[in-house]
């Protein structure tokens, strides 16, 4: 004879055992209310160890409110996906939230999957996912009307109608550039994960191809397309020195790409940064580890995801208030790859 089901733990049950009141249990775990940190941290370990999961109906009939914010990103095979939201999802949980990560790479989501999230909001990783539509553009925050869900957008663009952080990756972009022109390197190629017009205002590429302009270089680009497998892309690269020799310096879009143009040299035989100089973008801690620690553009992902979740906060709170922006300054984080001794 089968033992019948468990009973599910209850609200009541957390706070019985964290010896609180039941509205401070669920406050602790809503990150509401005022319930100190000792206590809150106290709730949500007893709840972690009970297996307690909230009835989110139940929650949103009484409270108007699920606790869930939904996190929009593309392929988390591109690390700077993993990066994002790894971040948000800590400071999600340090808000009261739960993330629910919705990846969208090869298809666009729907206005009815966004819907059955069943989330408080949204945060966007990507002004791409908005001027494609995902349900999200018509209406945006700071038009008249409503969206299907408040949400905000972490993107290098500055959207004057949207709640959004950005960063500013042009100076420090140059700063790497100028220090590849400063070498006497004739060749500067840049290594993108897609094609892009002359005229694509991306800042990296921008400030690229103005500072190649004003150099008097011919801009040489080269493309590790993003629909590829990793070896895929490593190949390509091989591919491409093979042919056309391998660049003095490579600035490259993304700091995976930077891993994969570095593999590429080192299994030609090319040495970094005595024939080639790499830097790369985003400020991941894998190429930090190569045999020649690869040289990056860091963003403070911390303060990203603190601001994002206060915005999102702020617009669910009040739909009314304005746009909301918030801009941070991406910084070179020097390494050998750049030809630079560093102690």
């Not at 000792?38 to 999961?53: F, G, S």
């Not at 939201?85 to 989501?109: C, F, K, R, W």
């Not at 801009?219 to 490593?234: G, H, K, N």
Request: net charge negative; glycine share 8%; proline share 4%.
């Amino acid at each position: 004879m089968s033992n019948p089901p468990s009973k599910s733990v209850t609200l009541e049950d957390v706070a019985k055992a964290a010896g609180v009141h039941r509205r401070t249990a669920g406050d602790a775990l809503q990150g509401t209310g005022r319930v100190a940190l000792a206590t809150r941290e106290k709730v949500r370990r007893i709840a972690r160890e009970l297996q307690y999961e909230p009835n989110l109906v139940a929650r949103a009939l009484v409270t108007g409110k699920t606790g869930r914010i939904s996190v929009l990103v593309g392929s988390l095979n591109e690390l700077y996906n993993v990066l994002v939201v790894q971040h948000l999802s800590h400071a999600l949980t340090q808000n009261g939230y739960e993330a629910v990560i919705i990846q969208a790479h090869d298809y666009m989501p729907s206005a009815q999957t966004l819907r059955s999230s069943f989330s408080d909001g949204m945060i966007v990783v990507g002004m791409h996912f908005v001027d494609r539509g995902v349900g999200l553009t018509g209406v945006t925050p700071g038009r008249s009307g409503k969206t299907i869900l408040p949400f905000v957008v972490i993107d290098s663009q500055r959207p004057d109608y949207i709640d959004h952080i950005s960063f500013d990756l042009g100076p420090a972009t140059k700063e790497v550039l100028h220090s590849m022109l400063a070498s006497g390197r004739k060749r500067i190629a840049y290594v993108n994960k897609q094609h892009l017009e002359p005229d694509a205002q991306e800042v990296r590429y921008r400030a690229y191809m103005d500072l190649m302009r004003e150099a008097g270089i011919e801009p040489e680009i080269i493309v590790a397309d993003e629909i590829l497998t990793s070896e895929e892309r490593i190949e390509h690269l091989k591919n491409y020195f093979q042919q056309h020799g391998a660049p003095g310096a490579i600035f490259c879009h993304n700091d995976q790409i930077a891993g994969f143009a570095y593999r590429a040299l080192r299994s030609l035989g090319h040495e970094v940064p005595k024939d080639t100089l790499v830097a790369g973008c985003d400020g991941i801690d894998f190429i930090s580890y190569f045999d020649t620690p690869l040289s990056t553009i860091t963003v403070p992902w911390k303060e990203v995801s603190e601001m994002a979740c206060q915005f999102l906060k702020q617009r669910i709170a009040d739909s009314s208030i304005p746009v909301q922006e918030h801009v941070v300054e991406g910084q070179i984080l020097v390494r050998e790859s750049l030809g630079v001794q560093v102690c």
